[in-house]
């Protein structure tokens, strides 16, 4: 039979096992309550996140903004009084693929159809059909016949520096010819300036406005400089046969003014058309007078 003392013994015993299996249990329970709350901390520090993200803590809610598709710098009518004040055309929104079909009637025959390219000229077709919209082309000359084989209007003033007060950077103009070896001949390249091309013109270069150049013969400078917006379609014969016109003095010594007047009696641009621009030969169209 067992002592008395083995019987304290085994008893004693039981009560530290007693002791030691709640002590554990009270561990986990504070381990998994610990990591209950680090969890639910971090959770919400992943909201608070996400919702500062996205501007859940601003004072006021973000608006969507338009990018800009074309720039318009103002120019000072005070200081070049050659500047007509017609407003701004706008700066977002505008037909970026596709042709705009402008055309043009002289009083030297036409009329002269142009496709303007929207996807590699927004901003020239934009300010051109927005300046068509507001008649500023009409009943004005086409002041100069170029050195370079072009025909040069949309200047009202007739100087060579008036236009609308707004202007805006080139945005499509041809690379320069690439140089060949000295020891073969140079490739044969397309003109930068093919006869038919439509391009603006600015002064002091690349500030374009409301003047564009419409070439009757092909143009291929060293170092191209002109915003190429689009492509005659028609009326082309109407073009050359101003080209060939005399030319006399134009006040600075330049004899480039027509002999004749070379007047645009009207200047429109349709709707934006979902084709390609031309990319053949530009058309000829019966001369009337």
């Given at each position: 039979?067992?002592?008395?003392?083995?019987?304290?013994?085994?008893?004693?015993?039981?009560?530290?096992d007693r002791?030691?299996?709640?002590?554990?249990?009270?561990?986990?329970?504070?381990?998994?309550?610990?990591?209950?709350?680090?969890?639910?901390?971090?959770?919400?520090?992943?909201?608070?996140?996400?919702?500062?993200?996205?501007?859940?803590?601003?004072?006021?809610?973000?608006?969507?903004?338009?990018?800009?598709?074309?720039?318009?710098?103002?120019?000072?009518?005070?200081?070049?009084?050659?500047?007509?004040?017609?407003?701004?055309?706008?700066?977002?929104?505008?037909?970026?693929?596709?042709?705009?079909?402008?055309?043009?009637?002289?009083?030297?025959?036409?009329?002269?159809?142009?496709?303007?390219?929207?996807?590699?000229?927004?901003?020239?077709?934009?300010?051109?059909?927005?300046?068509?919209?507001?008649s500023f082309?009409?009943?004005?000359?086409?002041?100069?016949?170029?050195?370079?084989?072009?025909?040069?209007?949309?200047?009202?003033?007739?100087?060579?520096?008036?236009?609308?007060?707004?202007?805006?950077?080139?945005?499509?103009?041809?690379?320069?010819?690439?140089?060949?070896?000295?020891?073969?001949?140079?490739?044969?390249?397309?003109?930068?300036?093919?006869?038919?091309?439509?391009?603006?013109?600015?002064?002091?270069?690349?500030?374009?406005?409301?003047?564009?150049?419409?070439?009757?013969?092909?143009?291929?400078?060293?170092?191209?400089?002109?915003?190429?917006?689009?492509?005659?379609?028609?009326?082309?014969?109407?073009?050359?046969?101003?080209?060939?016109?005399?030319?006399?003095?134009?006040?600075?010594?330049?004899?480039?003014?027509?002999?004749?007047?070379?007047?645009?009696?009207?200047?429109?641009?349709?709707?934006?058309?979902?084709?390609?621009?031309?990319?053949?030969?530009?058309?000829?169209?019966?001369?009337?007078?």
């Amino acid at each position: 039979m067992a002592s008395s003392r083995d019987r304290q013994r085994k008893l004693a015993r039981a009560k530290l096992d007693r002791q030691l299996a709640r002590r554990a249990a009270a561990a986990k329970r504070r381990r998994q309550i610990q990591a209950g709350v680090g969890a639910a901390v971090v959770l919400a520090l992943i909201v608070a996140g996400s919702a500062w993200a996205l501007g859940a803590f601003d004072s006021e809610p973000k608006k969507q903004v338009a990018e800009d598709t074309c720039l318009w710098t103002p120019q000072d009518a005070t200081a070049n009084t050659n500047l007509k004040e017609v407003g701004t055309p706008p700066t977002t929104g505008l037909p970026t693929a596709g042709t705009r079909t402008m055309t043009v009637t002289t009083n030297q025959g036409g009329p002269i159809t142009a496709d303007l390219d929207l996807a590699a000229a927004p901003c020239g077709a934009a300010s051109i059909s927005f300046l068509a919209g507001k008649s500023f082309y009409d009943n004005t000359k086409c002041h100069e016949i170029t050195t370079e084989g072009a025909l040069r209007c949309g200047d009202p003033s007739g100087s060579g520096i008036g236009g609308p007060t707004y202007s805006f950077y080139n945005e499509n103009v041809p690379t320069a010819p690439e140089a060949s070896p000295s020891a073969s001949p140079a490739p044969a390249q397309p003109p930068a300036y093919p006869k038919g091309t439509v391009a603006m013109i600015g002064n002091p270069p690349g500030s374009n406005g409301s003047q564009f150049l419409i070439f009757f013969k092909d143009f291929n400078p060293p170092t191209p400089g002109y915003t190429v917006v689009g492509k005659v379609t028609g009326g082309l014969d109407v073009v050359e046969k101003i080209g060939a016109l005399p030319t006399v003095d134009n006040g600075s010594g330049a004899k480039v003014k027509p002999k004749t007047d070379v007047v645009i009696q009207s200047l429109t641009v349709g709707e934006p058309n979902a084709a390609p621009a031309a990319t053949s030969a530009p058309a000829a169209s019966p001369s009337a007078g």
